[in-house]
């Protein structure tokens, strides 16, 4: 289980909740055909899966930004709701449609599934007054990114049934 490295700049209040956001990383080899006169061609793909919100992409985050995960007890995990085989079968269909249809390679790609690995990204949860209102925010440690938790409708549900926020 790995993590993405903090931003150092990131000025947090004292007190907040860290929450983990569950992705899963395939990584593939890939050989191909460019064109019939070419010899084939061996590439690896990273792919990473949301497995909270089920969807799959590609992933280019530098591995030497990641590093192992620890967590505290009082840390709270979003739930998995992306079954092992179907996001497999995902990942596996994703990376084939990338190679016919974006590249357009000559033969039909061999694909192998060489390592999966879990990744959680870290996000900080607390409360702030805006416009007199106490609102929610949320600040994703590995790059500052801040957004309103009222804008992710599933993540604030999931943590009021916690009642990790109020």
């Given at each position: 289980m790995?993590?993405?490295?903090?931003?150092?700049?990131?000025?947090?209040?004292?007190?907040?909740?860290?929450?983990?956001?569950?992705?899963?990383?395939?990584?593939?080899?890939?050989?191909?055909?460019?064109?019939?006169?070419?010899?084939?061609?061996?590439?690896?793909?990273?792919?990473?899966s949301n497995l909270f919100h089920k969807e799959t992409g590609l992933f280019e985050w530098p591995v030497d930004k990641m590093e192992a995960l620890s967590t505290k007890v009082e840390d709270v995990f979003l739930p998995?709701?992306?079954?092992?085989?179907?996001?497999?079968?995902t990942s596996l269909d994703f990376i084939r449609n990338l190679y016919l249809h974006k590249r357009k390679v000559w033969s039909n790609p061999v694909i192998d599934c060489l390592n999966t690995y879990s990744l959680y990204v870290t996000y900080a949860i607390f409360p702030e007054i805006q416009k007199g209102r106490k609102v929610y925010q949320m600040v994703e440690l590995a790059t500052g990114q801040k957004v309103n938790l009222h804008h992710h409708k599933k993540i604030y549900q999931y943590l009021q049934s916690k009642e990790v926020i109020t």
């Open positions: 790995y993590t993405l490295q903090d931003k150092e700049s990131i000025q947090l209040p004292d007190q907040y909740t860290a929450v983990y956001y569950p992705y899963k990383v395939s990584e593939w080899a890939v050989e191909y055909k460019p064109l019939p006169f070419m010899k084939k061609r061996k590439e690896k793909m990273r792919v990473i998995e709701q992306y079954e092992e085989s179907d996001r497999h079968y």
